[in-house]
């Protein structure tokens, strides 16, 4: 069965860096729509970036240049490097992936089958 297991985040100051990783299990990243989500506490769940198996990237508008996302097809995991990060980057981020589909159509939320646990990052000034 499909299974992802994220890692990372934590405390950082305005302007600092964070990286999540997220492992999966049971499917192939190469193979795969991958992305992330973020929830910040009374807010919707809203899609941070997305990468296709054909390599299309996708980001929100008010993280494009500062955050990147990527993957290891040997490692078989998933990452999400975020850099000058501000105090509304602060949320609870999601890996998602729809195994086995190539495309990723939207960043709605109910295309995504597969889900990681939360991983909090917090941005303080």
């Known amino acids: 069965r499909a299974h992802l297991e994220g890692s990372g985040g934590g405390s950082v100051q305005v302007g600092g860096s964070l990286r999540l990783s997220c492992a999966a299990t049971?499917?192939?990243?190469?193979?795969?729509?991958l992305a992330w989500f973020r929830q910040a506490p009374g807010q919707e769940r809203e899609g941070v970036a997305s990468?296709?198996?054909?390599?299309?990237?996708k980001y929100m508008d008010s993280v494009k240049g500062r955050f990147t996302i990527s993957k290891d097809n040997r490692e078989n995991t998933l990452s999400l490097q975020m850099t000058s990060l501000k105090p509304e980057d602060t949320a609870m981020y999601y890996c998602?992936?729809?195994?086995?589909?190539?495309?990723?159509?939207?960043?709605?939320?109910?295309?995504?089958?597969?889900w990681g646990q939360g991983i909090q990052v917090t941005v303080s000034s």
């Open positions: 049971g499917f192939s990243v190469t193979y795969s729509c």
């Open positions: 990468l296709s198996a054909y390599g299309v990237l």
């Open positions: 998602a992936t729809i195994p086995g589909k190539f495309a990723c159509d939207s960043f709605s939320r109910a295309e995504f089958s597969e």
